[in-house]
Each structure stands twice: as C-alpha cells, then as structure tokens.
C-alpha cells in the first residue's frame, strides 16, 4: 500500500521538476547589455520619450507599461522588477503615479540600479478634485497652507502626477532625466546636453504654440475623461472638468455626474473629452445627456498601437490635444 | 533557474510563499474536514475589507487586514451556531459583507495607490521585510497551537460531540482554530490574491485526503502539495511572466487532476492484483481518509 502514496508524491515530484525545468529555458534568455549603452527602464510612454530623446543611441530603453495599456491600474511582474532592478537608470514619473514603485524600490536597496524622479522638484498641486467648489484659483491657495497638515492625516498620493500634459513642466522632466543620464555617463554629458537642449526647444516652441492659439479662445472651460489636464489647464489659463478622478478607475457617483452636467450645461461646453486608453462609455453617457459631442483629448499615459503605427510622438499628440481644445473652446 | 535567486525581492517572495505553504495547508485539512472549506474564501474577503481600512487611514495593510480577519473569524463562528440548521449561510453573509465594505472603503481612497486589482489577484513584487517577520509569527502561533493541541483538536475535527464529553473546551478550541484560520489568510491574502487564497488551503487538502492514510500523513502530504505548488507556481510565474497567483492555482488544479487519475489507474490494478491476493489471505479493502 505504501507504494500508493509513494507513486502519488513521485509524480507531484516529477510534475514540479518538469515545470521548473521549463522555466529554466526561458529564464536564460534574458537580454544582457550591449555596446556600452545604458540601459534604462522606463515606466510609461511619457518618460519613455523623453529618455529616448535625451539618450539617444546611447541609451537601450524600455517601456514596462506596453502600448494601448491604461497605467494607472498596472502593475509590473517579478519579471519587470527583475528589469529594473538590472538597469543602470529607472526613470519613473513619480508624485505617486505609479503607486508600486515606492515599495519595489524599497525591494531594490542595493541594487545597482539608479532610480530618477522625473516629477522632482516640480511644485505640484492638489488633486482628488472635489465637484463641490469649481473656484479653482481661490482654492489653491487654501491648499497651499493646509498641505502639510493634510498630509499628516494620511491622505497619501492626493498630489496630482500629471504633471506631462504641460509643455513647461516636461521641460524640467527632460532636465532631470538629462541630469541622471549624464551623471551616470560622465563621457558622453555633452551629447546629453546636447540633445537635450534640442528637445527643450522643441518643447518651448509648443508651449508658445499653445500661449497663442489658446489665448483667443472663446470659452475657457473644457470637460476630460479623468483629472489629467490639471496643470495644462492652468498653464493656460483654462478650467477643466473632469468627469472621474485622478485614476479613470475612479467613476463619479450618479450625484457627481448629475452635477458634472449641470456644470458643462452652464458653461456651455459643446464638446466632451475622451481618452484612447479608457472605455469612452462615461465621456459618452455625459455627451449624450446634454446633447454634446465628443472628442479624443489625449492625456498621454501611452501611445495605442495605432498612434505608434502613425509615427505620432509627445510633441505629435500634444498637437493634436491642442487642435482638440481649439475646436472645443471655439463652439 | 538559480540566477532569479540573485533578487532580493524574489528571495522576499520566495520565503513568504514558503511560510504561506506550510501552514496554509495545514488550516485547509481541518477546514475540510471540519465542512468549512468556503471559510477561507469568506476570511479573505473580511480581510480585504481591513486592507482598505489600512490604506485609508495611513496604516499598515498587513495588520488591519489581521484585525479584519479575527473580527471576521469571531463572526463566522457565531453566526455558525445562530444559524444551526444553515451552517453555511454564515459564510454567505460575512463573504457579501465583507467584499461590499472594502469597494465602499476603498473608493473613499482619492489617491492613487496600489490598486485594487493587485489584492484581489496578489502581488509577489512587494513583500518587504515587516511582511516576512510578521509571517513568521504566524508561523510559529500555528506550530506552538498544534504542538500542543494536536489530540483536542483531532477529536474536535472528527467527533465533536465526543470532544465535548470528554472534557474538551469545544467552544474556545474551535473559536481559537477560526482566529489561527483568520491570521493565516491575512498574511496569505497581499501575496496570492483575495480570490486564490482559499484555493491553497482546500487544494492541497483535497489532494492529501486522496492520497494519504492516517490524519498525520495527510497533513504532511497537505504541506508537501503546497510546497510543490508555491515553488513551482512562482518559478514558473517569473520565468513566463505570468500572475503568481494564478500559476499556483493552476499548478493546484494540475496536481489534483493527475492524483485522481493515478489513482484511478492505481485502484485499477489493484483491483485485479487485489482480488488474488484476497483469495489468498482474507485481507479486505485498503480505505483512505478521503473515501470515510
């Protein structure tokens, strides 16, 4: 009888062997570096761009959010963690937009990898937006003074990340990823000034491109998908409204949208924004409620495969954000 | 296969799925045996419940999901005997309960942090050192409650009505092992996901009572499955990249059906072999656990 249970135990044996023989092919075929490049691993398109831009051939980059995938809700596998943690620069967004990377960078004390906040030393406002008060300016300033107290009580991440849908404060994005790179690669800092003073000026131009195309317009308040143009807003001046909260995870309550409409209806919005990323399905319940249309205003979490297939890049997508708004803001 | 070793955090998953797998299965026997396999599920879903109290208030996940589990476990075991004659309605109510406060209480959660997604599926990229040690107390609650209530609690799993003649304190043995139960889902729950975590209680002890004769080998075939299945699931789930979680259920499910159909196979010789030899010396048929 014995034999029974031994048979039994054998073959669980055997089974685990064969699956982590399996795994042991696989595992091997990680890629190592190449040709003195640096490696660099990057969360999402955004910091994907601009580490490109900057390093150029220099740099073997990475994007761990793939394309046509909404990064709010992502999450890497011990696979990504294991890319990052054999990189020699983790560039990350930061400002608690990807909520893991606090813990995993806990995980990596040690390793050699260098991690970059690109968001650092950009001021950053307060987000969770509350669809009670609508006076933005007069708020802020509250916030200002109360931060420190509020963030006492635990509201952690209540920061708005988006801080790459304004053509200003990517230029501090792309200086701090320049920074990283070349204090990594002391050899080659000249070509990253280089490059990335070339793109700084591309960035500049957008922003000049946006400061007069906007300043026209006749209505000032647009409607977004989630609170991502918090800062492009008040870059420009402009007010934005958005329908779920810092996360498209975060669906407004029936109250929220009841009042979202009544909102949009009394600043005659014409036109309601929504992403490539996420279900349109709210953006278009709204429209159809007031009778508006909708349209794609791009907040730049990822590129879908068909925007890569374009050739389109930041510069390209803010472009068409800002033929989008022109179009809405002039109804 | 040895260079994913190099990661600290992988050793950090790899240790944690090793506590997970030793004393998990270990609950499920009793679990099983004791017509509360779905109590694991209803734990999990109480102690994702405590996980959004954590994240909410600023605490340590890990400690209120603890908190949620034991308030849970107390509540399942009261509810079991207010509900006699529907012993599971118990689980139904805790289960809806709990899952219906953690979406309220984490949709209260305007930041964005970690996301939901990863605790109902589990996450092995985090598992930092507070984790392991706190594991390991458990660890070593759920050693120090069977190395010295191992034969109460045999008879409470077997015959209750006999424990409670014989002395044995039936009420608090079975609230203590429902609160041991509550503490071993919480620590489980962050790793292998709300939706799993049940699964490595009950299927290693599904398999074991198919297997094993006697009460102590099925609890150590129990362990054995679950050590297979951990390390398997998480080797696998790093070299394919895909969910941990989810490969060591799947890696479960796999072991299960190739037990019943070894056995089957093995029954079936047996059969034949057996009916000569019973002719010869009268020996009767060999019963397992599982087959009681």
């Given at each position: 009888?014995?034999?029974?249970?031994?048979?039994?135990?054998?073959?669980?044996?055997?089974?685990?062997?064969?699956?982590?023989?399996?795994?042991?092919?696989?595992?091997?075929?990680?890629?190592?570096?190449?040709?003195?490049?640096?490696?660099?691993?990057?969360?999402?398109?955004?910091?994907?761009?601009?580490?490109?831009?900057?390093?150029?051939?220099?740099?073997?980059?990475?994007?761990?959010?793939?394309?046509?995938?909404?990064?709010?809700?992502?999450?890497?596998?011990?696979?990504?963690?294991?890319?990052?943690?054999?990189?020699?620069?983790?560039?990350?967004?930061?400002?608690?937009?990807?909520?893991?990377?606090?813990?995993?960078?806990?995980?990596?004390?040690?390793?050699?990898?260098?991690?970059?906040?690109?968001?650092?030393?950009?001021?950053?406002?307060?987000?969770?937006?509350?669809?009670?008060?609508?006076?933005?300016?007069?708020?802020?300033?509250?916030?200002?003074?109360?931060?420190?107290?509020?963030?006492?009580?635990?509201?952690?991440?209540?920061?708005?990340?988006?801080?790459?849908?304004?053509?200003?404060?990517?230029?501090?994005?792309?200086?701090?990823?320049?920074?990283?790179?070349?204090?990594?690669?002391?050899?080659?800092?000249?070509?990253?000034?280089?490059?990335?003073?070339?793109?700084?000026?591309?960035?500049?131009?957008?922003?000049?491109?946006?400061?007069?195309?906007?300043?026209?317009?006749?209505?000032?308040?647009?409607?977004?998908?989630?609170?991502?143009?918090?800062?492009?807003?008040?870059?420009?001046?402009?007010?934005?409204?958005?329908?779920?909260?810092?996360?498209?995870?975060?669906?407004?309550s029936?109250?929220?949208?009841?009042?979202?409409?009544?909102?949009?209806?009394?600043?005659?919005?014409?036109?309601?924004?929504?992403?490539?990323?996420?279900?349109?399905?709210?953006?278009?319940?709204?429209?159809?409620?007031?009778?508006?249309?909708?349209?794609?205003?791009?907040?730049?979490?990822?590129?879908?495969?068909?925007?890569?297939?374009?050739?389109?890049?930041?510069?390209?997508?803010?472009?068409?954000?800002?033929?989008?708004?022109?179009?809405?803001?002039?109804? | 296969?040895?260079?994913?070793?190099?990661?600290?955090?992988?050793?950090?998953?790899?240790?944690?799925?090793?506590?997970?797998?030793?004393?998990?299965?270990?609950?499920?026997?009793?679990?099983?045996?004791?017509?509360?396999?779905?109590?694991?599920e209803t734990l999990s879903h109480v102690s994702l419940a405590g996980v959004a109290v954590?994240a909410l208030?600023?605490?340590?996940?890990?400690?209120?999901?603890?908190?949620a589990a034991?308030i849970g476990?107390?509540f399942?075991?009261?509810l079991?005997?207010?509900?006699?004659?529907?012993?599971?309605l118990s689980i139904a109510i805790l289960m809806s309960g709990g899952l219906a406060s953690a979406v309220v209480l984490m949709s209260l959660n305007?930041?964005?942090?970690?996301?939901f997604?990863?605790y109902l599926?589990?996450?092995?990229?985090?598992?930092?050192?507070?984790?392991?040690?706190?594991?390991?107390?458990?660890?070593?609650?759920?050693?120090?409650?069977?190395?010295?209530?191992?034969?109460?609690?045999?008879?409470?799993?077997?015959?209750?009505?006999?424990?409670?003649?014989?002395?044995?304190?039936?009420?608090?043995?079975?609230?203590?092992?429902?609160?041991?139960?509550?503490?071993?889902?919480?620590?489980?729950?962050?790793?292998?996901?709300v939706l799993?975590?049940?699964?490595?209680?009950?299927?290693?002890?599904?398999?074991?009572?198919?297997?094993?004769?006697?009460?102590?080998?099925?609890?150590?075939?129990?362990?054995?499955?679950?050590?297979?299945?951990?390390?398997?699931?998480?080797?696998?789930?790093?070299?394919?990249?895909?969910?941990?979680?989810?490969?060591?259920?799947?890696?479960?499910?796999?072991?299960?059906?190739?037990?019943?159909?070894?056995?089957?196979?093995?029954?079936?010789?047996?059969?034949?072999?057996?009916?000569?030899?019973?002719?010869?010396?009268?020996?009767?048929?060999?019963?397992?656990?599982?087959?009681?």
């Open positions: 009888m014995q034999k029974k249970w031994k048979l039994a135990v054998g073959s669980l044996a055997a089974a685990s062997l064969l699956l982590t023989g399996c795994g042991d092919k696989l595992g091997t075929k990680e890629d190592k570096a190449s040709g003195g490049q640096i490696r660099v691993v990057t969360t999402f398109y955004p910091m994907y761009e601009f580490t490109k831009q900057v390093g150029g051939d220099f740099v073997d980059a990475t994007l761990l959010v793939p394309g046509g995938t909404e990064p709010h809700d992502w999450e890497p596998t011990a696979k990504d963690v294991a890319r990052i943690a054999d990189a020699d620069l983790f560039v990350y967004n930061g400002a608690g937009f990807e909520g893991w990377v606090e813990d995993v960078l806990h995980n990596l004390e040690g390793a050699k990898v260098k991690p970059v906040e690109a968001s650092a030393g950009i001021e950053l406002i307060e987000g969770g937006h509350d669809h009670d008060e609508h006076e933005g300016e007069k708020k802020e300033e509250e916030h200002k003074e109360g931060e420190h107290k509020e963030e006492a009580h635990g509201e952690k991440g209540a920061h708005d990340p988006h801080v790459w849908t304004d053509p200003v404060l990517v230029q501090k994005e792309v200086e701090n990823i320049a920074a990283a790179l070349a204090e990594l690669d002391q050899a080659r800092a000249a070509e990253y000034k280089k490059n990335a003073d070339a793109y700084l000026a591309k960035l500049k131009a957008l922003d000049e491109k946006y400061k007069a195309e906007l300043a026209s317009s006749k209505s000032k308040e647009f409607v977004t998908a989630h609170e991502s143009f918090a800062y492009l807003a008040k870059r420009y001046g402009l007010t934005q409204e958005p329908i779920s909260g810092l996360s498209p995870e975060q669906e407004p029936a109250a929220q949208m009841a009042e979202i409409v009544a909102w949009a209806k009394e600043h005659q919005v014409k036109t309601i924004f929504f992403e490539t990323l996420v279900s349109p399905k709210v953006a278009e319940a709204v429209a159809r409620e007031m009778g508006a249309k909708t349209a794609v205003l791009n907040p730049l979490e990822g590129l879908t495969e068909e925007e890569q297939a374009k050739g389109l890049d930041y510069i390209g997508v803010m472009e068409q954000n800002l033929e989008a708004l022109k179009k809405a803001l002039n109804e | 296969m040895l260079e994913m070793f190099q990661y600290g955090f992988l050793q950090n998953a790899f240790l944690a799925g090793i506590m997970i797998a030793l004393v998990a299965p270990v609950i499920g026997v009793y679990l099983v045996l004791r017509r509360q396999s779905l109590m694991a954590g208030l600023g605490l340590y996940p890990m400690l209120t999901a603890m908190v034991l476990a107390v399942v075991d009261t079991r005997r207010s509900f006699k004659a529907y012993s599971e305007k930041g964005v942090s970690r996301s997604t990863s599926f589990g996450s092995i990229i985090a598992v930092s050192e507070t984790d392991l040690y706190v594991m390991g107390g458990v660890v070593a609650l759920v050693g120090l409650f069977f190395w010295f209530l191992w034969r109460p609690m045999y008879v409470l799993t077997f015959d209750e009505e006999t424990a409670q003649v014989s002395g044995v304190p039936v009420k608090l043995l079975s609230v203590s092992f429902s609160l041991l139960a509550g503490l071993v889902v919480a620590v489980s729950m962050p790793i292998i996901g799993l975590v049940s699964s490595l209680m009950t299927l290693p002890a599904s398999i074991a009572l198919r297997v094993s004769r006697g009460f102590a080998m099925t609890i150590f075939v129990a362990v054995l499955v679950g050590l297979t299945s951990v390390l398997g699931g998480l080797s696998a789930s790093y070299a394919l990249d895909i969910p941990p979680g989810g490969t060591i259920v799947l890696l479960l499910l796999a072991i299960l059906v190739v037990t019943l159909i070894v056995k089957r196979i093995v029954s079936m010789i047996q059969a034949r072999v057996g009916a000569e030899q019973d002719a010869e010396n009268g020996n009767g048929v060999v019963r397992t656990l599982g087959e009681r």
